[in-house]
């Protein structure tokens, strides 16, 4: 957390020993130790707090594609029903002109054609 080197902190020590005093020097050092931690559980807490910030940005960020994304198949799903639906609506619409054609053309027109003249079997029996 600090960049103090060794050399650095043993000047530091000797310079409160000589100002705060043998007697109150672990009172001091306790206290700081308490102080250090409490520090070090704050910057460990926000800096939780900051990654799970930037987690939840990214799931909002994800949400947002993926229902953009679901949006887009949604619509290419209608565009393609309703193309196909129509389609289905002229082919149908043929089928029934066709049918409606074929019951107004005259009888005549839909005989299946008469069998060739021929001799009748009953002719051929006598």
């Known amino acids: 957390m ?5 050399s650095e902190m043993l000047i530091i020590a000797v310079i409160a020993l000589v100002v ?3 007697e ?5 050092a306790k206290t700081v130790g308490h102080l250090l931690g409490k ?3 704050y910057v460990s807490d926000v800096k939780s707090e900051i990654n799970r910030e930037m987690e939840i940005d990214e799931l909002r960020k994800l949400q947002a594609e993926m229902q953009t994304a ?3 198949v949604e619509s290419d799903v209608q ?3 309703r193309d196909t639906e129509t389609d289905l ?4 619409k043929s089928i029934e002109d066709d049918i409606a054609e074929l019951e107004n053309t005259p009888a005549a027109e839909n005989k299946a054609p008469e069998q060739p003249a021929g001799p ?7």
Do not use: M
């Open 2 to 6: 600090f960049d103090i080197a060794f």
């Open 20 to 22: 705060i005093g043998p």
């Open 24 to 28: 109150k020097l672990p009172k001091v």
């Open 39 to 41: 520090a070090q559980r």
């Open 70 to 72: 679901a949006r887009k």
């Open 79 to 81: 565009t393609t029903l």
């Open 89 to 92: 609506n002229k082919s149908v």
């Open 120 to 126: 009748s079997p009953k002719a051929e029996a006598k």
